[in-house]
């Protein structure tokens, strides 16, 4: 086999680009230096990380703080008031439901948030049914927007409206000088929900009234 070496050579002098038996390319055995002043080794520049500069005082144009009565607008159910509110109510209705009931309270005790504390109070009471058919209850918020739910309808044998009246809520004023509790004194919740639970009336559930409460709304209508 032949081959035609299409560069036609001469000896010592090889067209650029060809390559030929015996020709030598230069090969350094170091790399040539580099034209670095400085090989940078560390990669933290102090510039940035100086703190920013010092927030401006501006406490003279700050709003004036709410008050207790506003922050309690905006908190949970007011068990103990709408108990009572309610059992004025059945006092002299007591063939009306736990929504007219509500109806009839004032604005403050009127807010989306009482209908949770009220289910909650019904069901320990043994006064609620999912199944009974949705009533309305016509709510007003803080701001004064007003805003309707329906939920199963409550009403109150002379048994439920006298449990509903006696029930402790917690936020009731004490009658009596507060003692002074030690470990041994508080007992935890499940303990609690364990003991409530053997009468079948609610069953744990009752101590997490608000989380049942929830499951007996039927929608937000308006």
Known sequence: MSSKNC??????????????????????????????????????????????????????????????????THGGPLLSKTRDAVTRHLTNAPDASLGQAFTAMGPDLRRPVEILGLVHLANRAGALDPQQPAEPYDTLRPDGSRRTFEVPRVTFDETAAARFAALETGQDTPTAPATTCTTSTIRPPRAEALQQSADGRGGLLRWSGLMTARQFFTREIA
């Open 7 to 72: 560069c036609a050579p001469s000896p010592g002098n090889s067209p650029p680009g060809c390559s030929t038996p015996g020709t030598t390319v230069p090969v350094e055995l170091m790399p040539e230096t580099l034209d670095i002043v400085h090989l940078r080794e560390r990669f933290h520049d102090p510039a940035a990380h100086i703190p920013p500069s010092p927030l401006q005082d501006m406490s003279s144009q700050a709003p004036a703080p709410p008050s207790l009565e506003e922050l309690r």
